[in-house]
């Protein structure tokens, strides 16, 4: 196991725990479990038996006060009612401010129950237990959590760092080939705007790590959550910048996700969002034909199916994008690329340019 200590506030340090099978969480990291008068694990209602059998190993032992609450599968966990119903379950149960709860799923799962956990009380400590490819590098890291509104993604939210966040990769035994090529399009990000060194590792284990082997699917979430972590450390707020490049390929792939009324995996999403974004790199001047042409291949690799469910509407592809709270007020925002590793922010694309755009993200 890799332990780790992030300071993201004078005030606040995360502690993050990265592996496979780590034994005992509770007891390594006792202070916070024994400090808690309760705990609630959140997840979600179609998880495999095998992951609620993993997840309730993150009770400490003879503890009493523990209790369960299961939101709907995938996005439908995502809204206000379910994190109103999460609330009203911890404050029937008599759930006070030195409460814990432990959001051990997808990023679905890990945005709602953070989102919870920073309103109940006006902020209980809360844990992430990532559980799927994706949520281990990027969803269940970073202290971001939302709810969808008005059919669009994440449009209300908190920043709200869990306490804890445990990344162990023997949840993802039970994931399925989707969800770990879905996982893969976040990873092609990283690799993507990230240093020379994580994008070596990343495409080195890329092809492995979706096919499931365990010992690259590992090596993938201990680089691409310490980058991460580190990111979120600087600008915890997102406000300087530094963080804002992990919105690569997220502005378009927001829209598509809406624009598939969630039946669209988060990470093809970004990944036909990246495509997006690297086709308006190269229309711009920005980027180069040869390095397109190197990060469109990282994409080729991951093979992704049909966008079957997404509605070829520009109209609302266009007003999806421009509604995108990334936006801050221009008429759109995008990270573009410059090269590999060198991300950086460009508003106001134009629609004949977002046109060609989401036709190469539906390709
Ligand atoms: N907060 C952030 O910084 C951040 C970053 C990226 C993405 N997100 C959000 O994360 C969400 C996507 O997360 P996701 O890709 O994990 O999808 P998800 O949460 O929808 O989960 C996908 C499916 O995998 C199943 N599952 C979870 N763990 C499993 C396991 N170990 N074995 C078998 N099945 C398992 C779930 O039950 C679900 O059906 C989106 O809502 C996205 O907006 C948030």
Redesign the pocket.
């Known amino acids: 196991m890799k332990s780790f200590n992030f300071k993201v506030s004078t005030s606040r340090t995360v502690k993050a725990a990265l592996g496979r099978d780590m034994d005992n969480i509770p007891a390594q990291f006792q202070a916070l479990f024994s400090g808690a008068d309760k705990i609630c694990l959140v997840t979600?209602s179609?998880?495999?038996p095998s992951?609620r059998a993993r997840a309730l190993r993150l009770f400490p032992e003879g503890r009493t006060s523990q209790f369960y609450f299961w939101l709907p599968?995938?996005?439908k966990a995502?809204t206000l009612e379910e994190a109103g119903r999460l609330c009203a379950f911890l404050f029937d149960h008599g759930f006070s401010r030195n409460s814990l709860i432990v959001a051990a799923?997808?990023?679905?799962?890990?945005?709602l129950a953070g989102f919870a956990a920073s309103i109940y009380m006006r902020g209980v400590n809360w844990v992430s237990v990532?559980?799927?490819f994706?949520?281990q590098i990027?969803?269940g890291l970073?202290g971001?959590?939302?709810v969808n509104l008005g059919g669009a993604?994440?449009i209300a939210g908190t920043f709200h760092q869990p306490a804890l966040a445990v990344c162990d990769t023997a949840?993802?035994d039970?994931?399925?080939h989707a969800?770990l090529r879905?996982?893969a399009g976040?990873l092609v990000k990283y690799a993507m705007i990230g240093p020379a060194a994580l994008r070596a590792t990343l495409l080195k284990h890329l092809p492995k790590a979706v096919s499931g082997d365990k010992t690259a699917l590992t090596a993938c979430v201990s680089a691409c959550a310490e980058y991460k972590l580190k990111l979120v450390a600087k600008d915890e707020r997102d406000e300087t910048g530094l963080r804002e490049v992990l919105n690569f390929g997220h502005t378009a792939g927001h829209a598509l996700e809406a624009l598939a009324g969630g039946r669209l995996?988060?990470?093809e999403a970004v990944a036909r969002g990246i495509r997006a974004a690297l086709v308006i790199s190269r229309e711009t001047r920005c980027l180069d034909a040869a390095n397109f042409k190197k990060l469109y291949a990282m994409l080729d690799s991951l093979r992704l199916p049909p966008a079957r469910h997404v509605r070829r509407d520009l109209a609302r592809f266009t007003a999806l994008v421009s509604k995108d709270k990334k936006a801050r007020g221009a008429g759109n925002r995008f990270i573009l690329l410059e090269g590999p590793g060198r991300p950086f922010p460009a508003e106001n694309i134009k629609p004949a340019l977002l046109k060609k755009a989401f036709a190469e993200a539906l390709k």
Do not use: I, M, Y
């Open positions: 979600g179609d998880a495999p992951l599968p995938s996005e995502k799923g997808g990023g679905a799962v890990t945005d990532p559980t799927t994706l949520g990027d969803a970073g971001k959590t939302a993604k994440n949840f993802l039970s994931l399925p969800e879905s996982g976040e995996p988060h990470g």
